[in-house]
């Protein structure tokens, strides 16, 4: 019986160890900034023997998602990773990836996107890629990184939908944190081998991704609207048996802290969210009764978790890491005030954004920036 | 010797009641290319008239296992599948003979668009054989110039005909240092059929182009396909040659072209029976405009015959 293992490492190298746990076939990558840790390690795996895959050193994210794509039709399990520009520069080929219904597994490391240039964190790259059909989760530490991979790859193999594992540039990718590694078998036996119910295949030509007239068009442009929302129930039954074989707890598709008698609740996504606990903490030692929703799963959107998770009468606060242009304030705000409306009147949100290109989210700041806004 | 049409294969992997039109070149020269793959392979399509003429979901007039993909990807994609196969057989999940990953793509997925994957393809080696059924132009979207376009050709985002001339692009991908490279057309199937048999045979990247002459967008008969084909050959405006390991070899007729044993027949014909290049070629300066294109064939004749002295 073989036991857990305690290592340090950054973010980017706990994602390449859980990608090597699960075992994958193929893995195309391309050089971005936070990123690259990811790839590196990977090839270095690949290299040495130690993860038995074909390493893909593709001239750019277009052709990586396209090489990943084209490997997953072939029957083989393949995971990229990505972030800011080269998110941006797959856009089409993600669509080609969830219409075509592959599941490919890949991290975002969340970067703010060109013009003009940052290096470092927020959420408009993923945020802009939204509406591809991607199942999107978004990480707030080295250890869920790890395990949302993991989890990542059976919701998508469940119903074929492609997912996107986002976690912030710098503060998680190249931060050393301890991270428990669980026993291969035990992964295994969460992660059984990937079976594709079609692959393409000499004993049986068919055409994949071809032309359709539009009934057929609308058929399938449905079918991935109905599944994507099965994501919901899958990734809440992935983390309970991710739980019951590992003994690990991320949250389902939220994580919450110190909700239960909030009557202040802060809502926020991501890194900010781990530090985030102790500006609840910091309030909390003020006298005021807050807590913490933080969404894991963003697309699709938990909407009923939500809505049974919010304490009555809740002051929701709104912490955005991106910008909705031509909106006041930012994304996730729309988002939740739409699931909100007409079903609990009794709740007022409102929004900040913040931390945008990497800004500096401290406790301190965020406590306050609460604070200023329950005056407001 | 090319193998004689008479010899070829009876397997058919272009079915009947496809959606190409009449006289369609790319269609008879994949049905060459189904007779020297057989039935073991994997085509891959970017948007292009062989997408058009596959039939639609979920139909298919090919007999393999189609996938469409992104206009760019040509080579990121074969990549990709090729890797696949790879893996999966040596971890035990595939068995028997792996099939050949084929991209099946126009010029403006070769020239164009798809030119930065395929190079990268190149570079890394992958196992995968590229065609290019260049039709000169976006033939599928209605005739807009390509980087293939040779000067003079009218189309639609040409109207006064192109002013630059076509590149090299088979020439390019040789100096990528892949295995094989070799450029056929529809009037010489049995030099084309065994061009592909031999690149089948060959790991590594492999690049075979086509010419196909499109009675729609060059503006001809459609009966007349087969005889415009030859015609390209026969002017010099399209050369038959190739290298396998870098070693440049001329083929028949193009052979006899280039070591001087025949003349190329002048362009004038060639050109004055093709509608597309009617309106540059009227006016009082038809001669001069007729005497740049001769240019551009006789440069390539020249270059061509050059570079495959150089042997390392």
């Avoid at chain 1, 869920?144 to 059976?154: G, H, K, S």
């Avoid at chain 1, 739980?243 to 389902?252: P, S």
């Avoid at chain 1, 903490?281 to 009764?289: A, M, P, T």
Wanted: proline share 6%; with cysteine.
């Amino acid at each position: 019986m073989q036991t857990a293992q305690v290592v340090m490492v950054t973010g980017t190298h706990a994602a390449a160890l859980a990608v090597k746990s699960a075992r994958v076939d193929v893995v195309p990558g391309y050089p971005i900034t936070p990123q690259t840790g990811i790839m590196e390690a990977l090839a270095g795996m690949i290299e040495s023997g130690e993860l038995d895959a074909r390493f893909i050193p593709v001239e750019g994210e277009h052709s990586a998602m396209a090489a990943a794509v084209a490997a997953s039709a072939a029957g083989a399990r393949v995971f990229t990773a990505t972030s800011a520009n080269g998110l941006l520069y797959m856009h089409e080929v993600l669509h080609m990836a969830s219409g075509g219904r592959l599941p490919v597994v890949m991290c975002n490391v969340n970067r703010g996107i060109f013009a003009p240039w940052t290096l470092w964190a927020d959420h408009q790259d993923s945020f802009s890629q939204r509406d591809t059909g991607w199942i999107q989760y978004h990480c707030s530490s080295n250890q869920e990184v790890f395990n949302t991979i993991l989890q990542a790859f059976r919701v998508a193999e469940q119903i074929n939908i492609p997912v996107m594992v986002n976690f912030d540039g710098f503060s998680i990718s190249h931060c050393l944190m301890p991270l428990t590694l669980p026993p291969q078998e035990d992964i295994d036996r969460f992660l059984p081998p990937y079976q594709p119910e079609w692959r393409l295949d000499p004993a049986h030509p068919s055409s994949f991704s071809n032309v359709t007239n539009a009934p057929e068009y609308a058929v399938f442009r449905r079918m991935l609207a109905d599944d994507i929302l099965d994501a919901i129930p899958l990734a809440k039954q992935a983390a309970r048996e991710y739980k019951d074989i590992t003994g690990m707890w991320d949250g389902d598709t939220i994580d919450t802290y110190r909700l239960d008698d909030a009557e202040v609740v802060v809502f926020a996504i991501n890194s900010m969210a781990g530090e985030l606990r102790l500006s609840i903490d910091i309030l909390r030692e003020q006298g005021i009764k807050a807590g913490l929703l933080r969404p894991r799963l963003v697309v699709p959107f938990p909407a009923e978790d939500i809505i049974n998770a919010l304490p009555r009468n809740a002051q929701v606060m709104v912490l955005d890491r991106n910008y909705n242009f031509g909106h006041p304030g930012g994304i996730l705000a729309s988002e939740l005030k739409s699931v909100l409306f007409g079903r609990r009147n009794d709740v007022t949100v409102k929004n900040r954004v913040m931390g945008i290109g990497g800004v500096d989210l401290t406790r301190r700041f965020m406590a306050a920036e609460i604070r200023a806004m329950m005056d407001e | 010797m090319a193998t004689s049409i008479k010899k070829l294969p009876d397997t058919e992997q272009v079915l009947s009641g496809n959606g190409s039109c009449g006289g369609c070149p790319a269609t008879m020269a994949l049905r060459i290319v189904g007779k020297a793959l057989g039935p073991n392979a994997i085509m891959l399509l970017t948007p292009s008239c062989a997408v058009a003429s596959m039939g639609m979901t979920p139909r298919l007039g090919y007999n393999w296992p189609c996938m469409n993909i992104c206009f760019a990807t040509a080579g990121s994609s074969a990549s990709g599948i090729a890797a696949a196969l790879e893996i999966m057989k040596e971890k035990g999940r595939l068995q028997g003979e792996l099939p050949t990953v084929f991209t099946w793509v126009g010029d403006g997925g070769t020239y164009d668009i798809g030119f930065q994957a395929l190079s990268a393809a190149a570079e890394r080696n992958d196992n995968f054989i590229h065609f290019c059924y260049n039709n000169e132009a976006y033939s599928n979207t209605g005739v807009q110039r390509s980087g293939a376009t040779p000067r003079g050709s009218y189309t639609t985002t040409t109207p006064a005909g192109k002013r630059q001339p076509k590149k090299n692009m088979a020439l390019l991908m040789l100096e990528h240092n892949i295995p094989y490279v070799a450029t056929a057309t529809v009037a010489y199937p049995g030099d084309l059929y065994d061009k592909v048999v031999k690149a089948k045979n060959i790991p590594g990247m492999k690049y075979i182009e086509i010419l196909a002459p499109c009675y729609l967008g060059w503006q001809f008969d459609m009966s007349e396909t087969v005889q415009m084909s030859r015609m390209a050959v026969r002017c010099g405006a399209w050369l038959l040659w190739e290298a396998e390991n870098g070693k440049i070899t001329f083929n028949n007729p193009t052979s006899l072209i280039i070591s001087g044993k025949k003349d190329p027949d002048p362009v004038d014909e060639y050109l004055m029976k093709q509608g597309r290049f009617s309106r540059f070629l009227k006016g009082p300066d038809a001669a001069q405009r007729i005497a740049e294109i001769q240019n551009d064939i006789n440069y390539e004749i020249v270059f061509m015959r050059e570079r495959a002295k150089i042997a390392v």
